[in-house]
Every structure is written in structure tokens, then in C-alpha cells.
């Protein structure tokens, strides 16, 4: 049923507290959105970061702002444009974050996928917390 309701109805529906309009419009743009961070990340990065933990930041970052009441959907408008431009300030700040020199994928040793496969978890928890963290930094005051 609520998946024919509009984005601006979901988001109102989702700042009254229901949860199944945040999954209807998870739902809704998740799987576009994983196409997208999947481009963007290219194959250096994706062996580090993988496009599922690109999309959960995205919609954690949409739905802490949009409770907030940080965002507003015209009438006859959608949201996919709003979450493009989240997806493409992620995508992009992921990317420096590993190019840097001390981290960057370029100086990555080539062979060491046995090495690469133990550490897979370890290594996707740490870059989702990493993105957290980033994100309660972002959100900071520029006071701090």
C-alpha cells in the first residue's frame, strides 16, 4: 500500500515515526542507488569499500537530516535527485579518503588476496565506521 503513496507522503509519514515508509522509500531507490555507488566506486575502491555500505550511508545521512526536517519534496517532485547528489558527495569523499598517499589504492600490494579475504570483515566494519564517523564530523558545528 505505501508504495504507491508519493515521496513527499512518505517522507511526512516517515518524520510522524513509521518505519514502513522508510522502507518504502528504501525500497523505492536502493537498488538504483547501488548501481550508482557500484560506477562510482570503480574496482580499486570496491575491493575496500563495497556499494551495499555506500547506500546504507546514504539513506542513514537522508534519514537523519530528513527527521531533522532538513528536507522539504515539492508536491509533484521525488526525491531521486537528492539522493544522487548524497551518492555523488559520498562516492566522491570515499574516493579521496582512499587515494590519499598514506592509504592510497595505487600503493596497494598486488598478490595479497589470501591476506585480503581474512581481513574482509574486519576491514567492511571499519569502513562503515569509519563513514559514521565521518558523517557525526560533517554534522558538526564549525565551532567545534
Not at 500500500?1 to 511526512?12: A, I, P, R, T
Not at 534519514?63 to 517532485?77: I, L, N, W
Not at 598517499?101 to 574486519?122: C, F, I, P, W, Y
Amino acid at each position: 500500500m505505501l508504495s504507491v503513496l508519493s515521496d513527499k507522503s512518505l517522507l511526512q509519514l516517515f518524520r510522524s515515526g513509521s518505519e514502513d515508509a522508510a522502507s518504502a522509500l528504501y525500497g523505492r531507490y536502493a537498488e538504483r542507488l547501488d548501481l550508482i555507488a557500484a560506477r562510482g566506486l570503480g574496482g580499486d575502491i570496491c575491493s575496500r569499500v563495497g556499494s551495499e555500505d555506500v547506500v546504507q550511508s546514504i539513506f542513514r545521512t537522508f534519514f537523519r537530516r530528513a527527521a531533522a526536517g532538513d528536507y522539504e519534496v515539492p508536491e509533484d517532485s521525488e526525491l531521486w535527485n537528492l539522493l544522487v547528489t548524497i551518492s555523488l558527495n559520498k562516492i566522491r569523499a570515499i574516493g579521496l579518503h582512499h587515494r590519499r598517499q598514506k592509504r592510497s589504492v595505487s600503493r596497494t600490494v598486488q598478490g595479497m588476496h589470501e591476506l585480503a579475504e581474512l581481513e574482509n570483515g574486519d576491514e567492511a566494519a571499519y569502513q562503515i565506521l569509519r563513514m559514521v564517523i565521518d558523517e557525526l564530523i560533517e554534522s558538526l558545528p564549525e565551532s567545534h
